[in-house]
């Protein structure tokens, strides 16, 4: 009998995918050029943290803060006996800043950064899931009314992987 595994458990274990293979981008220097988002250059795996509900205090915010949560779940014949299923996990973004400043247009940078990386890999799979990329959107950029309101910026990248099984 062939045991097989609740899509839920997917959108969990790729959201501690991507998770992971941030972390491991953090500890091989990808982010050390980040010196304003990050000026100590020690970017340790309690930047990265899987979250179902990203809400802090502005207070918390002085540091910059990367979650990643699973958000949507889509699943078709791929065929016969396969069906493909498309899991979309978001990585957001957020640290304190003023408009307008290098510190603004570095956040921005960042978020680029982290969207170029996941799409440029083969396939996510500290786990075993063999996650394959499939597309990212970043709309808005940033969230306009949190950072004249709170002066907080939030990026949020959606990011879809496909697994046929």
């Given at each position: 009998?062939t ?5 839920q458990?997917?959108d969990r274990v ?5 998770r992971?293979?941030?972390?491991a981008?953090?500890?091989?220097g990808?982010?050390?050029s980040?010196d ?8 340790d795996?309690?930047?990265?943290k899987k979250t ?5 205090d502005v207070?918390?915010?002085?540091e910059?803060k ?16 396969s069906?493909s299923?498309e899991h ?9 800043c003023e408009?307008?400043t290098?510190?603004m ?5 960042f ?18 899931t063999a ?12 969230d306009?009314?949190?950072l004249d309101?709170q002066k907080?910026?939030?990026g ?5 992987y496909?697994?046929?099984?």
């Amino acid at each position: 009998m062939t045991t097989r595994t609740a899509p839920q458990v997917f959108d969990r274990v790729i959201a501690e995918d991507v998770r992971d293979t941030l972390i491991a981008a953090a500890a091989a220097g990808s982010f050390n050029s980040y010196d304003l988002i990050r000026p100590s250059s020690v970017w340790d795996a309690s930047l990265f943290k899987k979250t179902y509900l990203p809400q802090f205090d502005v207070r918390e915010l002085e540091e910059v803060k990367i979650l990643i949560a699973p958000r949507n779940r889509a699943i078709e014949w791929a065929s016969r006996a396969s069906r493909s299923r498309e899991h979309t996990v978001q990585v957001c973004v957020m640290q304190r800043c003023e408009p307008d400043t290098p510190k603004m247009d570095q956040l921005m940078d960042f978020c680029g950064h982290i969207d170029d990386y996941l799409a440029n890999q083969t396939g996510i799979s500290p786990s075993g899931t063999a996650a394959k990329w499939m597309r990212s959107n970043s709309d808005p950029l940033y969230d306009p009314k949190q950072l004249d309101e709170q002066k907080v910026f939030r990026g949020v990248i959606t990011i879809t992987y496909q697994l046929t099984r």
